[in-house]
């Protein structure tokens, strides 16, 4: 199916919510098999990123780049204006990066948005129940985790008011994501009338020749009445209830907050992230959504310029492009806040890189993380990095979560995908580009902020560490493809 955002976008209900049995525990004694026999799969059949290599030699990328707002394709000519105005006549060299990156990508810039920024859980899962509840035809949400918790129940809870209430609420979340949420919440948000979509079932009894194991939907999106988007790295999930210590005046002394960050928009770009949604539920040929206007006009709603940028298996791989050319062509700074780092060879290289031509390369990276088995990787690169003097930093006190860019002041980066192969190549992701000075300055304090709470990793100690540690390390990167 095809869908034309210019276009009024309507569904027809056709099929109930698919069976869901494998999806959570309730299924687990049949989940076995199933898991064996991908395994085997996955060994069998090793996916690779493209190389972008060719993506340092100069690209036939357009001299004016392509720019939308709510009524279509600007000319050239109001583009040129447009990009004077809004990334300043001074920033030749992030007009040049955002011509390469449409030739990457395909991605247009959107002009005419409105984007805040939002740090942790509570500031943002606020913000989206606000949205919500004003709700007046659709509501959309993708997510990877949707927890049984006290968070949980209280955002179900207003989706299901807001079904009664006549509108109607769409939702598709990963069955790995969710796999030990009792059947129970999902049935009750369905009897309710939501439209519930699974994504890929631990087992392959519910797609024989068409089931990935491997291939998780790691997005999280939520889209209002097609006016208003939520994308980020916050999950629905207690953990997002407390914010970062250092981001509240009463941390809580006995808990340990999560460090992510999300953003919200509203103008043009808001049809992209719906696009993105419906595109991913009519992949999944699970029955068709009710009609809505899931399409609306969107007038301008601001000034910022925007690229929104999918990743998902047997893709173009726009994301890991995007992130690729940004490093490659930085010219000043470099400054990456990554929950789990395990870059493949290019990137990597490209890092060291512009460390060695005298950009400012530092990274962010978990001190407590949900995945040890991650972090380990993560540590395998850390003598490399220090050695052609990549600055490393470990975040105090919070689990980071957060999956941010901002390269030379100019391009920043908001979204759901980590520095590892699984994004790049195995998931269904999102990132959402800010091209501009305004937006790269709250992204620069933002991350400014975060260095304060954070350690600096020194090489010298960091090479007397344990060879325990160290045989750690070498056995997370054996894994580091399946991570």
Same mark, same amino acid.
């Given at each position: 199916?095809?869908?034309?955002? $210019?276009?009024?976008?309507?569904?027809?209900?056709?099929?109930?919510?698919?069976? /869901?049995?494998?999806?959570?525990? +309730?299924?687990?004694?049949?989940?076995?098999?199933?898991?064996?026999?991908?395994?085997?799969?996955?060994?069998?059949?090793?996916? /690779?990123?493209?190389?972008? !290599?060719?993506?340092?030699?100069?690209?036939?990328?357009?001299?004016?780049? /392509?720019? =939308? !707002?709510?009524?279509? =394709?600007? %000319? *050239?000519? +109001?583009?040129?204006?447009?990009?004077?105005?809004?990334l300043g006549k001074s920033k030749v060299d992030v007009k040049i990066l955002a011509g390469l990156e449409e030739a990457a990508t395909g991605r247009p810039l959107i002009v005419g948005n409105k984007v805040t920024l939002l740090f942790d859980g509570? #500031?943002?899962?606020?913000?989206?129940?606000?949205?919500?509840? =004003?709700? #007046?035809?659709?509501? *959309?949400?993708?997510?990877?985790?949707?927890?049984? +918790?006290?968070?949980?129940?209280?955002?179900?809870?207003?989706?299901?008011? #807001?079904?009664?209430?006549?509108?109607?609420?769409?939702?598709i979340y990963d069955c790995v994501g969710?796999?030990?949420?009792?059947?129970?919440?999902?049935?009750?948000?369905?009897?309710?009338g939501i439209r519930l979509l699974p994504y890929h079932p631990v087992s392959p009894i519910h797609k024989l020749g068409r089931w990935r194991i491997n291939n998780r939907d790691h997005r999280?999106?939520?889209v209002v009445d097609g006016k208003m988007a939520?994308?980020?790295?916050?999950?629905?999930?207690?953990?997002?209830?407390?914010?970062?210590?250092?981001?509240?005046?009463?941390?809580?002394? *006995?808990?340990?907050?999560? $460090?992510?960050?999300?953003?919200?928009?509203?103008?043009?770009?808001v049809a992209a992230l719906q696009w993105m949604f419906l595109d991913n539920w009519a992949s999944q040929k699970e029955g068709d959504l009710p009609e809505r206007d899931y399409f609306p006009a969107l007038p301008p709603a601001g000034d910022k310029v925007l690229r929104v940028l999918r990743s998902q298996p047997?893709? !173009?791989?726009?994301?890991?492009?995007?992130?690729?050319?940004?490093?490659h062509g930085a010219t000043k700074s470099i400054h990456l806040?990554?929950?789990?780092? =395990?870059?493949?060879?290019?990137?990597?290289?490209?890092?060291?890189?512009a460390a060695k031509r005298g950009v400012d390369v530092k990274i962010i990276l978990p001190r407590v993380s949900d995945s040890w088995l991650v972090s380990y990787a993560g540590h395998s690169y850390y003598a490399k990095m220090l050695e052609a003097g990549i600055k490393v930093y470990e975040?105090?006190?919070?689990?980071?979560?957060?999956?941010?860019?901002?390269?030379?002041? %100019?391009?920043?980066?908001?979204?759901?995908? !980590?520095?590892?192969?699984?994004?790049?190549?195995h998931n269904k992701e999102v990132n959402v580009v800010v091209m501009g000075d305004e937006f790269g300055n709250e992204m620069e304090s933002a991350f400014r902020d975060d260095l304060k709470d954070s350690n600096e990793v020194d090489l010298k100690k960091w090479k007397q560490r344990s060879q325990g540690q160290k045989f750690k390390e070498w056995l997370a990167m054996l894994l580091s493809y399946w991570l």
């Open positions: 199916m095809i869908i034309d955002p $210019r276009q009024p976008f309507t569904f027809h209900p056709r099929s109930p919510v698919p069976d /869901r049995l494998y999806c959570t525990k +309730d299924g687990a004694r049949r989940v076995w098999q199933g898991w064996a026999i991908g395994f085997c799969l996955i060994l069998s059949a090793c996916a /690779r990123l493209p190389d972008v !290599n060719y993506l340092k030699v100069p690209l036939d990328s357009p001299p004016v780049p /392509r720019v =939308v !707002n709510g009524q279509g =394709v600007l %000319s *050239d000519k +109001d583009a040129s204006s447009v990009l004077a105005r809004r509570p #500031k943002t899962i606020a913000a989206m129940m606000a949205a919500v509840s =004003v709700a #007046k035809d659709s509501i *959309d949400l993708e997510t990877y985790l949707f927890d049984q +918790d006290p968070l949980g129940l209280k955002f179900a809870e207003e989706l299901i008011a #807001k079904q009664k209430e006549g509108v109607q609420v769409n939702i969710t796999l030990g949420t009792p059947q129970a919440f999902f049935d009750r948000m369905q009897t309710a999280k999106i939520l939520f994308a980020g790295g916050v999950n629905i999930t207690a953990a997002y209830s407390r914010s970062s210590p250092f981001r509240t005046k009463s941390p809580e002394a *006995d808990s340990t907050g999560w $460090r992510d960050t999300h953003i919200q928009i509203e103008g043009p770009a047997d893709s !173009n791989h726009e994301i890991f492009k995007a992130y690729y050319l940004a490093i806040t990554a929950a789990y780092f =395990v870059p493949d060879v290019q990137i990597m290289t490209a890092l060291l890189e975040l105090k006190a919070s689990i980071l979560h957060a999956k941010t860019a901002v390269i030379d002041g %100019s391009w920043s980066t908001v979204g759901s995908t !980590n520095l590892d192969t699984r994004s790049f190549l």
